[in-house]
């Protein structure tokens, strides 16, 4: 495989959606355990 | 039976074959992230999203917002990975059909073994997100939905039974019993009347589809209504059911759960469900099957898809104006 390749910029693109993926889990996680210290539950 | 062994036969020997490093002969082409997302059969998930949402907007109580967007996340990603086990257990089939084809796994974008596993993980990740973040009650009505879809339809009623998605509806019909308990913790008379509605709206709107896609479904050996006991027996019951339905629609304002709005817009919305399901019904020659193009069916899917969207747009309009207590 090689940069610039079809099959490159696929895996780049899949790379870069779970890292999004992984970084809006943990800014929800961090929401939802603020929300339920909050409401004391 | 010996169909599904010999399906598991054919999973088994493609993922052998993508451990032998012959995958290019399986995967024909690297898979995007497009490909995912249309394994979780998107357009299905938003019905399923808006329903939930209903269910919620019309539950006694309050939820936090966060909260009830976490319920709608998993609800939307336990349907999500429904769609995905499902395409991995009918590979086989949507590759024989014209509607299905398109497919990631018939195209060889993703392996079967790649999409059992997301789904699985998703399925299994919205759950215990469920049941961590909103409450256990909401959690069991999803993992009951999952598994249901999982195991109840696609792998035990789809390829045996004419009445597979008359029973299997019952997964498409949770979804606002799940938002109602994620607000109240609990199951009530009004939040299984949603599930009754759509569980009632389901054969009518499946057959309506089966009716003019049945060649499709007859090739592959999936035993529709109209495959097994033929058109004209299909209109009967597309007509029988949905004069069943259509009181039952009307029935949360009988019950003094909806209002005036709601209960004079669903009487309209049902008439025309009638119309059409009649229109289907005389759309029959001497051998049942239809005098031009099937055009009343078509009509009658495709309305039978804005009849659920307005009738459950109806009960969360009225609680969003105020309109019921």
Redesign the interface.
């Known amino acids: 495989m090689k940069p610039g390749s079809?099959?490159y910029r696929?895996?780049a693109?899949?790379n870069v959606?779970l890292a999004l993926t992984l970084g809006a889990l943990v800014v929800?996680f961090f929401?939802?355990t603020i929300?339920?210290l909050k409401?004391g539950s | 039976m010996s169909d599904l062994v010999a399906y598991d036969e054919r999973v088994a020997n493609l993922d052998a074959a993508a451990v032998d490093n012959t995958a290019a002969v399986v995967r024909r082409i690297d898979p995007t992230v497009s490909d995912y997302v249309a394994l979780l059969k998107p357009r299905v998930m938003s019905l399923v999203v808006f329903t939930g949402v209903v269910g919620m907007a019309v539950a006694p109580g309050n939820l936090h917002p966060v909260l009830a967007f976490v319920a709608l996340l998993c609800i939307a990603i336990g349907a999500g990975a429904s769609g995905a086990i499902n395409m991995w257990y009918d590979a086989d089939i949507d590759a024989e059909m014209a509607r299905t084809q398109g497919r990631p796994i018939p195209q060889g974008r993703i392996l079967p073994g790649e999409a059992l596993g997301f789904g699985v993980g998703l399925a299994v990740a919205s759950v215990a997100m469920m049941g961590l973040v909103v409450n256990v009650a909401a959690a069991g009505l999803l993992a009951l939905t999952i598994g249901f879809y999982v195991f109840v339809y696609t792998m035990w009623l789809k390829r045996r039974t004419p009445q597979n998605i008359v029973i299997g509806g019952a997964a498409g019909a949770f979804p606002p019993m799940i938002g109602w308990a994620a607000v109240t913790g609990d199951v009530s008379l009004y939040s299984i009347l949603m599930f009754a509605i759509i569980f009632m709206w389901t054969p009518p709107h499946f057959w309506a589809l089966a009716l003019f896609r049945c060649g499709d479904y007859a090739r592959v050996g999936v035993p529709m209504l109209p495959v097994v006991a033929g058109p004209r027996e299909t209109r009967r019951q597309i007509l029988i059911y949905s004069v069943l339905l259509v009181p039952l629609v009307v029935a949360p304002w009988g019950l003094g759960y909806a209002g005036l709005l709601y209960g004079v817009g669903t009487i309209l919305l049902g008439a025309g469900f009638l119309g059409l399901a009649w229109r289907v019904w005389r759309d029959q020659d001497d051998t049942g099957a239809t005098r031009g193009t099937d055009k009343p069916a078509k009509q009658l899917f495709a309305y039978s898809i804005l009849y659920l969207f307005l009738v459950f747009a109806l009960m969360a309009a009225e609680r969003w104006l105020g309109l019921v207590a």
């Open positions: 079809e099959e696929r895996r693109q899949r959606a929800l929401v939802v929300v339920k409401s």
